[in-house]
């Protein structure tokens, strides 16, 4: 809580230092003049920086998005895949009486 009061305060004292006039201008008029050209130059450089860095990030990101994407479609070649169509029915097994009789005595049974 101190350090809080304690910047509040300089930067009160900061702001009246920069309000007082001096041949009826504020310092801060002074000073602006003065470092005005550095600060455009360091916000043109800045400005390019994030510009390139923004560019080259959109590039890797679609590199990445590119690259996850396959560009063959995946289809299944063999003949003993599951996801082949059925264009036969299996043939029905024939069941004897003699092997039915067994079954239901086996079905009852347990």
Same mark, same amino acid.
């Given at each position: 809580?101190?350090?809080?009061?304690?910047?509040? *305060?300089?930067?009160?004292?900061?702001?009246?230092? %920069?309000?007082?006039?001096?041949? *009826? /201008?504020? @310092?801060?008029? &002074?000073?602006?003049?003065?470092? &005005?050209? @550095?600060? %455009? &130059?360091?916000?043109?450089?800045?400005?390019?920086? %994030?510009?390139?860095? #923004?560019?080259?990030?959109? !590039?890797? &990101? =679609?590199? @990445?998005?590119?690259?996850?994407?396959?560009? #063959?479609?995946?289809?299944?070649?063999? /003949?003993?895949?599951? $996801?082949? =169509? #059925?264009? $036969?029915?299996?043939?029905?097994?024939?069941?004897? !009486?003699?092997?039915?009789?067994?079954? !239901?005595?086996?079905? /009852?049974?347990?």
């Amino acid at each position: 809580m101190k350090s809080i009061f304690k910047t509040i *305060g300089i930067l009160t004292a900061f702001l009246c230092f %920069l309000s007082i006039n001096v041949d *009826g /201008k504020p @310092i801060f008029n &002074s000073i602006y003049r003065v470092i &005005s050209p @550095i600060t %455009l &130059s360091a916000q043109e450089v800045t400005e390019a920086f %994030l510009k390139r860095s #923004v560019s080259n990030t959109k !590039d890797y &990101s =679609k590199k @990445i998005f590119d690259n996850s994407v396959p560009k #063959v479609k995946d289809t299944v070649k063999s /003949k003993f895949s599951a $996801h082949q =169509k #059925v264009t $036969h029915l299996p043939v029905e097994e024939k069941i004897t !009486d003699e092997d039915r009789e067994e079954l !239901d005595a086996l079905i /009852k049974n347990h």
